[in-house]
Structures are given as structure tokens and as C-alpha cells.
């Protein structure tokens, strides 16, 4: 069975610059994925604000919908779920799934490291023809001590709750020097969609191959949007093996969200 899979940071629904609502041109973006399976973070929940002051503005960018953002983007095709991390006066975010699968079940582990930085890692069931798909949202912390120790929260999680069937983590592990990637690996029997489809060279490979070193893994660049450079958004499997995988990058998507998506097709092993 094939899957389609999308992670996606959409920066709470408002441009990078000046906050200028992007709602209704990131459902559009996100229905351009055509995933089974969308990975969101960053998703507003409420926002009372916005609400009051784009609610009812007729101009098209600045469309603010009335329901939470996960339900808008999900439309009639997709089942949502939505795990609230951070809190404030006016409304919260956090991560959400949109799966055109059945969810059978979701819950949200708090792994906030600080008072200061909310973070939650969004566990969903979904019911497929080929079985159960345990799906993992993640949006990491930003200081690396903290990262440590989300990780070894979310290794603890998928060990406990998956059961050994098939397994998708992904979203923004802000993992920028790529030091999580092996200790997911090692402890979960995960691959990153790009381990076996980054760019290497029969001549890398060769000189690699009588040093005796194994490939060199690196996840793709996606942030910023605009030109990315640092490899914060992940995708990791077990149970799948990846037809492909692409960072839909430039000036477009920019305007939309600080990160670039990344979009993979994967097959149940």
C-alpha cells in the first residue's frame, strides 16, 4: 500500500513578516500535497485576535476562518486530531494529523522543557487497509539540552504505544546539527526519508567504501523557507520503504511559512 506523507511548520497561519494572514493560501498549499497523511505544526487552535480583526475581512489573504485551523484545513477530506501545547490569553497552538485514514485514537504528551517553551509530541492510531499506522507529530524545543531530553521522551512514547507496527514521526525536530538523527535509529529502528535519497557520488561512495565508513545520513535543508539552509524538518519511518522524497522550497513558499515543507511517498513494507 502506498502512502503519501507531508510535515509541514505553517509559523501559526501568518506570514514570516508583519504577521499578514496566509490561512486560506496554506489550505490551498496543503491540498497541493495531495498526502494521505499531513504532519502540522505551529497550528493555531484559537486565536481570538486574529479572529476579531480578519474574521470578516473580505479581501482573499486575509480570510481568517472561524473554525480552529486544524478543521480548515482538514475540509471534508481528511479526519483531524490536535494536540494543544502553548496557552496564552487570546487562544493556543500546537501540532495536529490530517489523515484521509480513520483515526482510531490520539493522545498528547506534554515534553515541555521550561515554563518559557511548550512543546507536545501528538500521537495518533490511524485505521488502514493494511493495518494500523502509528503516527508521531513532533516539534521539538530550541536549546539542544532540552531536545535531549524530548527525544528520549518521544523514544520512550513509540516504544511503549506502537507495538512494533508501522511507524511515521515527523515535523520540526529543530535539530539543526543533526546530533538526534542516530539515536533514533539505534533505539527505534527508524529511517529518515532522505537516508537512502540524498545526493551521493559513485566516487564518494567508493572512497567511503575503502575507508571502511558508512554513507554519510543527512536529512534535508528546509529552513528558511526562502533558501534553506539548516535541516530542522524531519521525516522518519519504520515499516515503509521510500519511493521519494522532495523540500518544496523558493520564493512561493516563503510567503507562507518560515519552513519549507517536505512531501514523501512511501509503501508498506
Avoid at 485514514?101 to 506534554?110: K, L, M, Q, W
Avoid at 500521537?123 to 494500523?132: D, I, K, S
Avoid at 507529530?137 to 539540552?145: A, I, K, P, Q, W
Avoid at 539505534?186 to 567511503?208: C, I, K, Q, T
Wanted: net charge neutral; hydrophobic share 40%; with cysteine.
Amino acid at each position: 500500500m502506498k502512502i503519501r506523507v507531508a510535515t509541514y511548520n505553517i509559523h501559526k497561519g501568518v506570514s514570516s513578516l508583519r504577521s499578514t494572514p496566509r490561512v486560506l493560501a496554506l489550505k490551498k498549499a496543503i491540498a497541493e500535497f495531495h498526502a494521505d497523511i499531513v504532519f502540522l505544526q505551529e497550528v493555531q487552535g484559537r486565536h481570538d485576535r486574529f479572529q476579531a480583526r480578519y474574521g470578516n475581512h473580505k479581501r482573499e489573504h486575509r480570510v481568517w476562518p472561524e473554525t480552529a485551523q486544524y478543521e480548515y484545513f482538514a475540509g471534508e477530506s481528511h479526519h483531524h486530531a490536535y494536540g494543544m501545547n502553548a496557552v496564552y490569553d487570546h487562544g493556543h497552538h500546537g501540532n495536529a494529523l490530517l489523515s484521509s485514514f480513520r483515526i482510531e485514537n490520539s493522545h498528547n504528551h506534554d515534553v515541555s522543557d521550561h515554563a518559557y517553551e511548550q512543546r507536545g509530541i501528538l500521537h495518533c492510531v490511524l485505521e488502514t487497509p493494511a493495518g494500523r499506522v502509528h503516527c508521531y507529530v513532533v516539534h521539538l524545543g530550541l536549546f539542544e539540552g532540552g531536545r535531549g531530553r524530548q527525544t528520549a521522551q518521544l523514544i520512550e512514547a513509540v516504544q511503549q504505544s506502537s507495538d512494533g507496527e508501522p511507524v511515521i514521526i515527523a515535523g520540526d525536530f529543530n535539530d539543526w546539527r543533526n546530533t538526534l538523527s542516530d539515536r533514533l535509529r539505534n533505539a527505534l529502528g527508524v529511517s529518515e526519508v532522505f537516508d537512502e535519497l540524498g545526493p551521493r557520488s559513485p566516487l564518494g561512495d567508493m572512497v567511503r567504501g575503502w575507508a571502511g565508513r558508512q554513507p554519510r545520513l543527512a536529512p534535508a535543508r528546509t529552513f528558511p523557507a526562502a533558501l534553506p539552509w539548516f535541516r530542522l524538518d524531519r521525516i522518519y519511518v519504520r515499516g515503509f520503504k521510500v519511493d521519494n522524497a522532495q523540500v518544496m522550497a523558493g520564493s512561493i513558499w516563503a510567503k507562507l511559512s518560515d519552513h519549507a515543507p517536505i512531501v514523501a511517498e512511501l509503501q508498506l513494507a
